[in-house]
């Protein structure tokens, strides 16, 4: 299977919906939701479902909405139809009692390395879905996480939370955790090459994502959930 968001459906992601508010949606290929109405997004149970976003777009605020996931766990937390979510600060948290006397940035690759064993392990083992927090813009993340959720037979699909980067840098100095400015710029310069991508009718996609679908965080104020069923 190719990456999510380097190899796609050749749709458009101009509005696929009508102005007014819709119940539910089960996608399938490229939905821009962005400033819409939408109650639910639903999904296969067999879904490894990817919410990406530059730091600070708000992934860790929607994963603690629609699945009850606080950023003080140290242990994947359990959603809806035994969904299981995976964000690297949950391996931080762990990880702190061991290393947390040093700087941050010298044990940041064992955080990063038991990320992603878990989210391997998670989509091997688990019964239900699995929910990933990953920002999306290294490439390297998405095809390894797409390579896995084939060998392991799961749907990948894919949210995608757009928000400017000065929003972005806000939610940075809310939550207390600030990226270097350098590399929050190169994340959002990679976020808008992914996002123009959608847009790209000449792309080689002989086996892509399920769906990929591009919010804001209006849309997701106004949903009310993310539901597994099938």
């Known amino acids: 299977m190719n990456p999510p968001l380097d190899a796609l459906p050749l749709h458009s992601p101009e509005p696929r919906m009508p102005l007014a508010a819709v119940g539910a949606l089960t996608p399938v290929g490229v939905h821009d939701l962005r400033g819409r109405t939408i109650d639910e997004l639903r999904y296969p149970t067999t879904a490894a479902l990817i919410f990406a976003g530059v730091p600070g777009a708000g992934k860790s605020t929607a994963l603690r909405k629609f699945f009850g996931a606080t950023a003080q766990a140290e242990e994947p937390p359990t959603g809806p139809s035994g969904s299981i979510v995976l964000d690297s600060q949950h391996a931080r948290n762990r990880w702190r009692h061991r290393l947390g006397w040093l700087p941050y940035p010298l044990w940041r690759p064992v955080v990063h390395i038991a990320h992603y064993a878990g989210i391997k392990a998670a989509l091997r ?106």
């Open 125 to 230: 083992d688990a019964d239900g879905p699995v929910v990933i927090h990953d920002c999306g813009t290294f490439g390297w993340s998405r095809r390894m996480i797409a390579r896995w959720a084939a060998a392991y037979r799961r749907d990948l699909h894919v949210v995608m939370l757009d928000v400017p980067p000065t929003v972005a840098r806000a939610g940075q100095y809310a939550r207390g955790r600030r990226i270097n400015g350098m590399f929050f710029t190169l994340h959002c310069r990679r976020w808008d090459r992914l996002i123009r991508d959608l847009d790209t009718e000449d792309r080689d996609a002989p086996v892509p994502s399920s769906s990929v679908v591009i919010v804001d965080r209006s849309t997701v104020d106004r949903m009310s959930r993310v539901a597994f069923d099938g």
